[in-house]
């Protein structure tokens, strides 16, 4: 187990290194990996003097995912709307560009993105960007908040596109999620259908 920092940026998350999905360098088998877990997109590297060296850690709890993310080169992403699932996106190390429909940003360890599932998306990450990823079906956060609203919603989820990670509920989030990759306490709950669904 590692220690929880007070801050991001601050701990390596080696908690998902059980969970390797893949450390490729070709990049047909790297699309096609990132793919099956997100959706298919278009992935290209930036760069001729670019190498890649791309590795992916997978847990799945119940309707979400921890991922954890890095492609060691410059890459370009087109996944066009991500249609069934939300992304929140919370660099470890280094930074990335991400446009979501007419916004964009520049994410960071202290600014995660959060990325609407009916936007367009277009993403550049650096060569150094690590990020821990949760994956979110789109259904299921759409019905918690139809339960908290009292009713259906008249309209798709709309999200603010950077998430501050610092303070307030940012920073509990990062906790939290921090928490559930370094702990075995997300492992034993994938295999708890009760509990995986608390967590979700």
């Known amino acids: 187990m590692y220690p929880l ?16 999905l893949f450390h490729s360098k070709d990049l047909d088998e790297t699309r096609s990996n990132v793919g099956r877990i997100f959706k298919p997109h278009a992935l290209g590297v930036c760069g ?23 492609y060691g080169a410059d890459v370009s992403i087109e996944p066009e709307c991500l249609d069934d699932f939300l992304l929140v996106q919370m660099p470890i190390a280094g930074s990335a560009s991400i ?3 007419a916004r964009s940003i520049d994410s960071n360890p ?19 960007c690590d990020q821990l990823i949760v994956r ?5 956060l759409e019905t918690a908040c ?4 009292g009713h259906a919603l008249p309209k798709p989820l ?10 307030g509920d940012g920073l509990a989030w990062h906790n939290l999620v921090l928490f559930l990759a370094t ?5 034993n709950a994938a295999h708890h259908p009760l509990i995986a669904a608390q967590i979700e």
């Open 146 to 149: 139809g339960v908290q609203l």
């Open 110 to 128: 202290f600014t995660a993105s959060v990325v609407t599932p009916s936007l367009p998306l277009h993403m550049r990450w650096q060569g150094d």
């Open 183 to 187: 702990s075995q306490f997300a492992d």
């Open 99 to 101: 446009q979501c429909g």
């Open 5 to 20: 920092p007070n801050q991001p940026g601050q701990t390596p998350v080696a908690g998902l290194a059980p969970y390797r």
């Open 136 to 140: 979110i079906e789109r259904r299921a």
């Open 158 to 167: 709309e999200f603010e596109l950077a998430m501050n990670l610092r303070d």
């Open 48 to 70: 001729k003097r670019q190498r890649l060296d791309a590795r992916m850690d997978h847990l799945a709890i119940g309707g979400i995912s921890l991922n954890r993310l890095r």
